[in-house]
């Protein structure tokens, strides 16, 4: 059987990640509560560079990171509505969404997006 947390790489781009990338997706699937993560392109349409976990396979995977970005986006406008447009510099650093049942992270970067899912109740 397939390792979950094994890191899958999108057939159609080939995306060379950063040696501090690399340590920190090791890192961040080390940890019990991490259910997966996914390491998003920033382009239209919204591309998987990158995933772990099995909550992020096929289609499934495909709506996480279409929701992502559209959450991204979504944040970043309001923030553009409320500051009348004077926020230069002012980009979303990171945000953490939680539900009853996990909690996804996501950290936008300006090449990446980069989300993990965990189960708060696993310690």
């Given at each position: 059987?397939?390792?979950?947390?094994?890191?899958?790489?999108?057939a159609s781009?080939?995306?060379?990640?950063?040696?501090?990338?690399?340590?920190?997706?090791?890192?961040?699937?080390?940890?019990?509560?991490?259910?997966?993560?996914?390491?998003?392109?920033?382009?239209?349409?919204?591309?998987?560079?990158?995933?772990?976990?099995?909550?992020?396979?096929?289609?499934q995977g495909?709506?996480?990171?279409?929701?992502?970005?559209?959450?991204?986006?979504?944040?970043?406008?309001?923030?553009?509505?409320?500051?009348?447009?004077h926020h230069?510099?002012?980009?979303?650093?990171?945000?953490?969404?939680?539900?009853?049942?996990?909690?996804?992270?996501?950290?936008?970067?300006?090449?990446?997006?980069?989300?993990?899912?965990?189960?708060?109740?696993?310690?």
């Open positions: 059987m397939a390792d979950p947390h094994a890191p899958s790489t999108s781009q080939t995306h060379v990640t950063p040696p501090e990338l690399e340590q920190t997706l090791t890192l961040l699937t080390s940890h019990r509560s991490v259910l997966g993560y996914m390491l998003l392109s920033r382009g239209q349409p919204v591309t998987i560079i990158r995933h772990s976990g099995v909550v992020f396979e096929g289609e495909k709506k996480y990171a279409s929701a992502i970005a559209r959450i991204v986006q979504s944040v970043q406008t309001g923030l553009e509505e409320v500051s009348g447009g230069e510099g002012d980009d979303i650093r990171f945000m953490r969404i939680r539900t009853k049942r996990h909690e996804i992270m996501i950290s936008p970067d300006e090449r990446y997006l980069l989300a993990v899912l965990h189960d708060p109740a696993t310690t």
